[in-house]
């Protein structure tokens, strides 16, 4: 019986010797954090659900083939960005959508020298924590097309390299390396319309989140 | 900072940076907001990693660029952990409740997909008899047991106890007649078996007695029907006596 507090290593082994308690161990560890990636993929609730309960199943079915040259989590995390991009062109058939850009901010003849606001901003480290802020964030990549959430969310949340984000989206790298700087541009601009109209966070009233119904 | 060459001549940097100048992304960035993106990303290698670092500490107005795509990255991540975390715990124990299921069902199939030898389909086919079988084997053998203990030492000589007639023991040389060592016993002619005394068979018909003696005296039997009446003379007078048989 291994141990709650067992390595990701050690976990995978157990669970590959047939320990389905390891198994369910890991799945703990890591369910909240699948979920988010799938989150900000399909900004669904029960489509975010069910790709992690596809990837579990997923990683447990191919376990074996796991060869331990990345570690566990880059694997967990690509298995579930390639079930999300999967769902995001079955969904984009049903939709009669597009899966592509919508928004471009190549109009913007004169980008600004701050790409984010700091007025609106305030301290980087305070504005992780205010709720209103991170509203404005996750309604912002509401609004990024498909494939620009999908590199946000594969670099700034699951740190894939160009690479491995190339092979997901099945693209050269070079076009990944474009689509990340179109949509970085595209998801500051989009906050910066929102920041601009929240009040200074230096004024009272701004609602922080502490840390106790901050932290999952 | 974006400025949208229209060929490679324009901006020969971008094929060694990995860009392509004609992805489906419009316009492609400057060299040095590719560079700053690949520093950020950790994509950049050691030498123009290096370089790069040397031309941050001189460009104050890209640190700073550098800093705000740090804070997007902290809040991009900080509000899907936020939305992760709204979800109940009891909804991610209903989903492992389906994927433990998931993988039980899977586990199945795969065993039930193992090719089966003869010998394994054999027992699984004698496997409901195998039971009552080993049982009757069993009682068989206790019953065996049990008359061998509590039964005559030699079983063979018991006629009420089924024996087995002792089967000549199979000579092991071959059989051409007798050798010099006991020549008598080898010329001596077989014994015939002794024949049973035959007695003869006693006469289905009662005996018939019509006089009788004893102590000198004599009589004499009268039959009549079914009563046999015996008469006794004793000395000169002889005092009949009626005894009814």
Partial sequence: ????DADDHTLVESARGGDRRAFQLLYERYERKVYSVAYGFLRNPEDALDVVQEAFIKVY????????????????????????????????RKRDVEFDDKLRHDGDKDAPADLLPASAMGNPSDAVENKEILAAVEDSLQYLSDKHRAVIVMRELQGMSYADMAKAMNCSKGTIMSRLFHARRNMQKLLRQRLEQLPDPSEDGNEALTHEAALP | MTKKPTSKDKNP??????????????GIPSRRDQKLQ????????????????????????????????????????????????????????????????????????????VPVSIWSRLSAATRPF???????????????????????SDVNQDPQVASVPEAP??????DVGPTPQNPAIAQRPPEPPPTPEVFPAPKSSAAEIHSIEFGGKAGRISQNGTVTVLYVEEGESPQKSERSL
């Fill in chain 1, 1 to 4: 019986m291994v141990s709650t």
């Fill in chain 1, 61 to 92: 079915r191919y376990l074996p083939n796991f060869e331990g040259q990345s570690s566990f989590y880059t694997w967990l995390y690509r298995i579930a960005a390639n079930l999300c991009i999967d769902h995001l062109r079955r969904n984009v």
């Fill in chain 2, 13 to 26: 940097f971008i094929s060694t940076l990995g860009f392509p100048d004609g992805s489906d992304e419009p």
């Fill in chain 2, 38 to 113: 690949m520093f950020f990303d950790d994509e950049l290698d050691g030498g123009e990693k290096d370089e790069f670092a040397r031309e941050l500490d001189r460009d104050s107005e890209l640190r700073r660029h550098l800093d705000q795509m740090g804070t997007m990255r902290n809040l991009v991540s900080r509000s899907l952990e936020l939305r992760a975390s709204e979800v109940p715990r009891a909804r991610f124990e209903q989903i492992w409740d389906e994927i433990d299921r998931s993988i039980e069902v899977e586990q199945r199939a795969a065993r039930a997909a």
């Fill in chain 2, 130 to 152: 195998r039971t009552p079988m080993l049982t009757a084997a069993a009682a068989a053998a206790l019953v065996v047991a049990v008359v061998q203990f509590t039964g005559p």
């Fill in chain 2, 169 to 174: 023991a199979p000579s092991v040389t071959p």
